[in-house]
């Protein structure tokens, strides 16, 4: 069985940063591409959108909102991957989500999610 945690959220003043960390747990020895997600506050699950993400040899892309302000990274052998953001803005609120790929049969999983409120 594969979870997904996330950890890192919180409340952080505007030009703060924040480190957000998903660490992959049980037997999974072929992670893919590791990617964060923001669903803001009050929308559907269908709204969730991609921030970040890294492939397994570590070519990274960003949505233009965040590119300059957040660096997504990994480390295969902990099974973690990070999102530093940095300058958060209050429109950065949100839940962030990370998803991985199970290279073995393409699946996906999900973890719960971290809140991040960025406050004016």
């Known amino acids: 069985q594969v979870q997904v945690v996330e950890s890192g959220g919180g409340l952080v003043e505007s030009g703060g940063s924040r480190r957000l960390s998903c660490v992959v747990f049980?037997?999974?020895?072929?992670?893919?591409?590791m990617s964060w997600y923001r669903q803001r506050p009050g929308t559907q699950r269908e709204h969730r959108f991609l921030v970040a993400e890294i492939t397994s040899y570590g070519p990274t892309s960003y949505v233009d909102s965040v590119r300059g302000r957040f660096t997504i990274s990994r480390d295969n052998a902990r099974k973690t991957a990070y999102l530093e953001m940095n300058n958060l803005k209050p429109e950065d609120t949100g839940v962030y989500y990370c998803?991985?790929?199970?290279?073995?049969?393409?699946?996906?999983?999900w973890g719960q999610g971290t809140h991040v409120t960025v406050s004016s």
């Open positions: 998803k991985i790929t199970r290279l073995q049969d393409m699946r996906d999983f």
């Open positions: 049980g037997s999974i020895f072929d992670i893919g591409t």
